[in-house]
């Protein structure tokens, strides 16, 4: 099992940058990958970004170029990060961080999930 903490998120103005941070602790052996989803208001919740094991990232075509996610993994712990670049009114969401692996070219989260952090971007 996994422990899960999301934490940057905030109120900010369009155009402005957030830097999002995630700890997940715990059996993280079982783990080769790494991804953000959102869950944007009255919408389901969507895949983001992620890294595999060997560091090669994937964005959702809303946000490539806007959004880089990245990584650091010690001992017991994946730290992950996500910079928010010229954030805009749609980016709005809930964002959650998750540990999981890739099968092939799909990505399959750790079944733990943290509580997420809030993103709000104003007009």
């Known amino acids: 099992q996994v422990q899960v903490l999301e934490t940057g998120g905030g109120l900010v103005q369009a155009g402005e940058s957030l830097t999002l941070f995630c700890g997940v602790s715990?059996?993280?052996?079982?783990?080769?990958?790494a991804g953000w989803y959102r869950q944007p208001p009255g919408k389901q919740r969507e895949l983001v970004a992620t890294?595999?094991?060997?560091?090669?990232?994937?964005?959702l075509d809303s946000v490539k170029g806007r959004f880089t996610i990245s990584r650091d993994i010690a001992k017991k712990m994946i730290y992950l990060y996500l910079q928010l670049n010229d954030l805009k009114p749609d980016d709005t969401a809930v964002y959650y961080c998750t540990a999981g692996t890739f099968i092939g070219e799909s990505y399959y989260p750790s079944s733990t999930w943290g509580q997420g952090t809030q993103v709000t971007v104003s007009s």
């Open positions: 890294i595999n094991p060997g560091g090669t990232t994937n964005y």
């Open positions: 715990g059996s993280i052996n079982t783990f080769n990958a």
